[in-house]
């Protein structure tokens, strides 16, 4: 009987399924949707929620913790805390959609998305080394103006 037996081992030791669901979510932060199979697209899902979970607390030991998670990567803790501001939501971060099974062995598809999920927008380097070049002359007029 198989009683109380919760989750999925993939054919893994503790910590190599562990390093899987870790890569599995930083490409889902940093892309927003990734492309999987079925069952890592559910256990997936369950993981990061827990995750988007702790995050809502949006405290210093909350921050700590995902900091774990996800192997101090600060990046990704703070798309975390991102998303979940911006989202307003209290559950259901995670969805997964079904697709067709994959050709080679047939193995059934999903694809996982981050739910109101939007790309991060970097500054551009020409705005960057303008504001920089901006700056310095700035620096450059208030050192003169304190020699005369």
């Known amino acids: 009987m198989k009683k109380k037996v919760v989750g999925r081992k993939f054919s ?3 910590k190599s399924r562990r390093a899987l669901f870790r890569g599995l979510f930083l490409a889902l932060v940093k892309e927003g949707k990734i492309k999987t199979t079925l069952a890592k697209a559910k256990s997936l899902a369950s993981w990061a929620n827990k995750i988007f979970g702790i995050a809502l607390e949006d405290s210093l030991a909350a921050r700590r913790k995902v900091l774990s998670k996800v192997l101090n990567k600060r990046w990704v803790m703070e798309d975390v805390f991102r998303l ?13 959609i079904r697709l067709p099974s994959r050709k080679g062995d047939n193995a059934p598809m999903a694809q996982v998305e981050i739910l109101d999920w939007q790309k ?8 960057i080394d303008k504001n920089k070049k901006k700056e310095k002359e700035e620096e450059a007029k208030v050192k003169g103006d304190k020699r005369k």
């Open 84 to 96: 979940v501001k911006l989202s307003g939501r209290k559950s259901g971060f995670i969805r997964v």
């Open 12 to 14: 893994r030791s503790t």
């Open 120 to 127: 991060k927008e970097e500054p551009k380097k020409e705005n």
